[in-house]
């Protein structure tokens, strides 16, 4: 059973930056499909971003061009950089692994807030 613990949340001004980092125990991530969700007040989780196990690379509309996912199989520690923030972006962010997504491992979730 993979184990997923996230970092590197926190407060932004609108057009920052910050990377989550997403270390996982118990299992190798390499044999997984891998992804970011997240979730607003009010509203319903939803895909951000996802890297399968051939590094194959999506992203929602929303954040195309100012986020980037990627992997790291030798640390077991996935990654979310977001640049350009905007106060849309708050939410609690996931990371989400299994053999097909979503998979059923997730993290505690990463509080990100973009404001002024």
């Known amino acids: 059973q993979v184990q997923l613990v996230e970092s590197g949340g926190g407060l932004v001004q609108p057009g920052g930056s910050l990377r989550l980092s997403c270390a996982a125990s118990?299992?190798?991530?390499?044999?997984?499909?891998l992804a970011w969700y997240r979730q607003a007040p009010g509203k319903q989780r939803e895909l951000v971003a996802g890297?399968?196990?051939?590094?194959?690379?999506n992203y929602a509309d929303s954040v195309k061009g100012r986020f980037t996912i990627s992997r790291d199989n030798v640390k077991n520690t996935v990654y979310l950089q977001m640049n350009s923030l905007k106060p849309e972006d708050t939410a609690v962010y996931y990371c989400n692994a299994g053999p097909q997504l979503p998979g059923s491992a997730w993290g505690q979730g990463a509080q990100v807030t973009v404001s002024s």
């Open positions: 890297i399968s196990r051939s590094l194959k690379i």
């Open positions: 118990g299992s190798f991530l390499n044999t997984l499909n």
